[in-house]
């Protein structure tokens, strides 16, 4: 049986940094009901986790569950959660989900207390702490789900918005490497995990350079294989930088720094708002919704992202630039 002084774990499978965004006020709230304010928490690699969360109090530990795609995946699955929950021997598991293969595994390694969202799923008979999310509440979105689930458990959570920690190193390196650029700063998140979230590069340029007369310096945030796309599509534009290459701590805090944020339905996107940069999301199939009082949407309608214009963008910029203030809030 496991240890009464073994680790909380918090499993939350979704695979993507915008996802972890949204477990977080969520996550904060179960390591408060500790007595050492912090759990051990298990996620997909895609997530990044360990680096997203580097510096976040309540977080002891990031643990990896890998998601895979073959016939046996379940079984794979539910393996490797069982032998995590032995080595950890947790005293509580937490699954913020409707899935029964870590519920099983928890189970099966004897971690003597087991939650999980049910929503009328085989999980349930698998778990031994309710109450759980009724069934009728599958198709909701996952924030409303998180948030129903905090309130049947007793859990406090008095803000919806992540508030990310930064790693002070990060943003004094990132400082340090853009202090001759000038402010106001715009970052573009030109990244996507899918073409049906991607806004063409090529409107992204042609709203820096109607954008070009409130922002000094427009920096193009995304993962290394969209740099030269970025390239490409910023030509001679000046005052436009390809900042693909930072690593995610240093691009997190350079959108942080930032006055404002244009950017795909993406991680970026979610971290922007989860840093407190103003940020307009451009969104795509299944639009995440403006959980953040930092974060607007332009929907082009029945998810199609390629109907968003530069005009709506750039009207949407300068609307928000000029009611909020950006020019003085940061670089």
């Given at each position: 049986m496991s240890?009464?002084?073994?680790?909380?774990?918090?499993?939350?499978?979704?695979?993507?940094?915008?996802?972890?965004?949204?477990?977080l006020p969520t996550i904060r709230a179960i390591a408060a009901t500790t007595p050492e304010?912090?759990?051990?928490?298990?996620?997909?690699?895609?997530?990044?986790?360990?680096?997203?969360?580097?510096?976040?109090?309540?977080?002891?530990?990031?643990?990896?569950?890998?998601?895979?795609?073959?016939?046996?995946?379940?079984?794979?699955?539910?393996?490797?959660?069982?032998?995590?929950?032995?080595?950890?021997?947790?005293?509580?598991?937490?699954?913020?989900?409707?899935?029964?293969?870590?519920?099983?595994?928890a189970a099966l390694a004897g971690a003597p207390e087991r939650r999980g969202f049910g929503l009328g799923h085989g999980q349930e008979r698998w778990l031994n702490r309710g109450p759980?999310?009724?069934?009728?509440?599958?198709?909701?979105?996952?924030?409303?789900?998180?948030?129903?689930?905090?309130?049947?458990?007793?859990?406090?959570?008095?803000?919806?918005?992540?508030?990310?920690?930064?790693?002070?190193?990060?943003?004094?390196?990132?400082?340090?490497?853009?202090?001759?650029?000038?402010?106001?700063?715009?970052?573009?998140?030109?990244?996507?995990?899918?073409?049906?979230?991607t806004w063409p590069a090529e409107r992204f340029a042609e709203t820096a350079r109607r954008l070009a007369d409130l922002f000094g310096t427009v920096f193009w945030v995304g993962g290394p294989h969209e740099a030269d796309a970025a390239k490409a599509a910023i030509g001679d534009l000046p005052n436009n930088i390809v900042a693909c290459d930072l690593p995610l701590d240093q691009s997190a805090a350079l959108i942080a720094l930032s006055a404002g944020f244009l950017g795909n339905d993406s991680g970026?996107?979610?971290?922007?708002?989860?840093v407190g940069t103003p940020c307009v999301g451009l969104m795509g199939t299944a639009p995440?919704?403006?959980?953040?009082?930092?974060?607007?949407?332009?929907?082009?309608?029945?998810?199609?992202?390629?109907?968003?214009?530069v005009d709506q963008a750039v009207a949407a910029v300068r609307a928000r630039f000029v009611s909020e203030a950006w020019a003085h809030t940061r670089a």
């Open positions: 240890s009464p002084s073994g680790p909380v774990l918090v499993y939350a499978p979704d695979r993507g940094i915008g996802d972890l965004m949204w477990h304010g912090r759990v051990v928490l298990v996620a997909r690699p895609s997530s990044r986790a360990a680096e997203v969360l580097a510096v976040e109090p309540s977080v002891a530990r990031v643990l990896y569950a890998p998601h895979y795609k073959d016939r046996l995946k379940g079984v794979r699955e539910t393996i490797d959660f069982y032998r995590l929950c032995k080595a950890e021997r947790p005293r509580a598991v937490w699954i913020l989900e409707k899935i029964d293969r870590p519920a099983i595994a759980f999310l009724p069934k009728a509440m599958r198709p909701a979105h996952r924030i409303d789900k998180l948030a129903a689930f905090e309130a049947a458990h007793g859990l406090v959570v008095t803000s919806r918005e992540p508030a990310l920690k930064l790693d002070p190193e990060a943003v004094a390196t990132v400082k340090a490497r853009y202090a001759d650029q000038p402010g106001p700063w715009l970052c573009l998140g030109i990244g996507a995990s899918e073409p049906a979230r970026a996107l979610n971290v922007a708002a989860a995440v919704p403006a959980y953040s009082k930092w974060l607007s949407r332009l929907d082009g309608g029945a998810g199609r992202i390629a109907d968003i214009t």
